[in-house]
């Protein structure tokens, strides 16, 4: 799959049960890559297509109450545009954090920006993983060097382009180059 290490299946338009079997298809192929899935804000859908965990944003489930359906091996993801909203999922039981839009994005319409600076303070203020998210490409993925990240979220970058998995390791490629060791 070029190099991705996760997978977010995330679908606002379509109805339960178109959603249910396109995140089967996409757990067949994921199963079949060793690539973990996680599902966007539906816990239900999480746990009946046996997905490796689930993202939420700030409106959706508190994450304890997630872990308590999909199990203690679940993964459960929380957005986070501040460090206080940072600590809380934390301290619910989070394993790690999405947070941006950094870089202005066209896949989330009511997306705001925040600074590279409040990246930082999340980063710093939290002991699990965060991930940046929002209009991040090869271009401008070094510009997050020294925030903190652990790693990215992306989706133009990657399904924008004609050849898929060579954007994909194109940009695997950038991260290990330019940030290598140089996340934190």
């Known amino acids: 799959m070029g190099g991705i290490t996760m997978l977010q299946l995330r679908e606002k338009s379509l109805g339960k049960e178109e959603f249910l079997a396109e995140a089967?298809?996409?757990?067949?192929?994921?199963?079949?890559?060793?690539v973990p899935l996680i599902i966007n804000d539906d816990v239900e859908i999480a746990g009946a297509v046996d997905a490796a965990g689930v993202h939420l944003g700030q409106e959706d489930?508190?994450?304890?109450?997630?872990?308590?359906?999909?199990?203690?091996?679940?993964?459960i993801g929380v957005s986070a545009r501040t460090a206080?909203?940072?600590?809380?999922?934390?301290?619910l039981g989070a394993d790690y954090l999405g947070v941006g839009d950094v870089f202005g994005?066209?896949?989330?319409?009511?997306?705001?920006?925040?600074?590279?600076?409040?990246l930082a303070a999340i980063c710093h203020a939290v002991d699990i993983p965060v991930a940046a998210i929002g209009g991040i490409t090869a271009?401008?993925?070094?510009q997050l060097k020294g925030s903190g990240i652990a790693g990215v979220a992306i989706v133009s970058a990657v399904f924008a382009q004609k050849n898929?998995?060579?954007a994909t390791e194109q940009l695997k490629?950038?991260?290990?180059?330019?940030?290598?060791?140089?996340?934190?």
């Open 24 to 34: 089967r298809e996409i757990k067949e192929l994921c199963d079949r890559y060793g």
């Open 61 to 75: 489930m508190d994450p304890g109450e997630a872990r308590k359906i999909l199990g203690p091996e679940a993964i």
């Open 84 to 91: 206080e909203q940072a600590l809380l999922a934390q301290q």
């Open 105 to 118: 994005t066209a896949t989330k319409g009511d997306a705001k920006r925040i600074s590279r600076e409040t």
């Open 139 to 142: 271009e401008n993925v070094t």
């Open 164 to 166: 898929i998995k060579n």
């Open 173 to 184: 490629n950038e991260l290990n180059i330019n940030l290598t060791g140089d996340f934190l």
